[in-house]
């Protein structure tokens, strides 16, 4: 046999092993699936979808309105000594009362026998600690005013709405430049009689309480109930301080129903005429 030939059959016997080899792997695979009843593995079935459901959105809350609250409001009023401070009170929603009582201190007061130097004058208000600015556009109408005492009722007004405040600057034209004043002597500035309830249009019942602040002479304020130059009711309260203090006073009086006008005053010591007069209008409804 030649070299060529016995190559050829020593490659057609290692080609027959391998055949047999590949044979014997297979069937032990087979066998060996069907004894563990292993099948060929399927892609596992997909669970439950989970949707996720955004919750209920809560509503944006919105920024507290203010409530409307009572401010305090410095006036003019005029007395036998000159014009002097009196005091009503103002509903404002500002958020920051002393805005809501300077902005008062640019209407009109409740009262008219009363007024205000600063009418129809907005302003801007700033704070350094416990001192406040008020700025004002334009010069305030002064008439029989003087300047000081239309300084000292921005000053009362800021000092009243936060008693935090201590001290005010007061800008305006014809105003002079100056540094924060802190409040007057109550006597310099002060009406010597204030007639706080009721206010000006106000009603009451058939016993009409009335009360106020006074800083009088032996601390007496006389008291009357008007009906054009007719005096129904008349009496005289004592206030819990004498001047140059000052105290609160009450008293009640007895009229049948009406529109009245109720006094508030202080008596001189020398001649006994009205030295103050603080008066309101009043309706008495009987009940």
Same mark, same amino acid.
């Given at each position: $046999?030649t070299?060529e030939r016995?190559?050829?059959?020593v490659?057609?016997l290692m080609?027959?092993?391998a ?5 014997a792997?297979?069937?032990? $695979?087979?066998r060996?699936d069907?004894t563990?009843?292993?099948? #060929? &593995?399927?892609?596992? #079935?997909?669970?439950?979808?989970l949707?996720?459901t955004?919750?209920p959105t !809560?509503a944006?809350? !919105?920024?507290?309105t203010?409530?409307?609250?009572p +401010?305090?409001v410095?006036?003019?009023g005029?007395t036998?000594?000159?014009?002097r401070?009196y005091r009503?009170?103002?509903?404002s929603?500002?958020?920051? %009362?002393v805005?809501?009582?300077v902005?008062g201190?640019a209407?009109?007061p409740?009262?008219p026998?009363?007024?205000? %130097?600063w009418?129809?004058l ?11 600015t +008020?700025?004002?556009?334009r ?7 003087s300047?000081?005492l239309?300084v000292q009722?921005?000053?009362y ?6 008693? &935090? ?6 800008v305006a %034209?014809?105003l002079p430049?100056?540094?924060? +004043?802190?409040?007057?002597? &109550?006597s310099g500035v002060?009406a010597p009689?204030w007639?706080?309830d009721?206010v000006d249009?106000g009603?009451?019942g058939?016993r009409l ?8 002479f032996?601390?007496?304020?006389g008291?009357?109930?008007?009906s054009?130059?007719?005096v ?11 001047a ?6 009450a ?11 109720v006094? !508030?005053?202080?008596?001189s010591a020398?001649d006994?005429?009205?030295v ?7 309706t008495?409804?009987?009940?």
């Amino acid at each position: $046999m030649t070299s060529e030939r016995r190559t050829a059959v020593v490659v057609v016997l290692m080609l027959l092993a391998a055949a047999g080899v590949g044979l014997a792997v297979g069937t032990l $695979m087979s066998r060996s699936d069907r004894t563990s009843g292993t099948s #060929p &593995q399927a892609a596992p #079935p997909a669970g439950p979808t989970l949707a996720l459901t955004p919750g209920p959105t !809560a509503a944006p809350t !919105a920024a507290p309105t203010p409530s409307a609250r009572p +401010v305090p409001v410095y006036v003019l009023g005029r007395t036998r000594a000159g014009p002097r401070l009196y005091r009503e009170f103002r509903i404002s929603a500002a958020a920051d %009362p002393v805005e809501g009582a300077v902005a008062g201190l640019a209407l009109a007061p409740r009262d008219p026998d009363y007024r205000s %130097p600063w009418l129809g004058l907005p302003a801007r208000v700033s704070r350094a600690g416990t001192t406040a600015t +008020v700025t004002f556009g334009r010069p305030p109408a002064l008439a029989d005013a003087s300047g000081e005492l239309a300084v000292q009722q921005v000053v009362y007004t800021v000092t009243a709405a936060d008693p &935090q405040i201590r001290a005010v600057r007061v800008v305006a %034209p014809g105003l002079p430049a100056g540094a924060a +004043v802190g409040r007057a002597a &109550q006597s310099g500035v002060l009406a010597p009689v204030w007639l706080l309830d009721p206010v000006d249009g106000g009603t009451a019942g058939s016993r009409l309480s009335v009360s106020g602040t006074a800083s009088v002479f032996e601390a007496a304020v006389g008291i009357e109930v008007r009906s054009g130059a007719e005096v129904l009711a008349r009496t005289t309260a004592t206030a819990s301080a004498s001047a140059p203090g000052r105290g609160n006073w009450a008293a009640t009086l007895s009229v049948p129903p009406g529109r009245y006008v109720v006094a !508030a005053f202080e008596l001189s010591a020398k001649d006994g005429a009205e030295v103050a007069v603080d008066t309101k209008r009043v309706t008495v409804s009987g009940r």
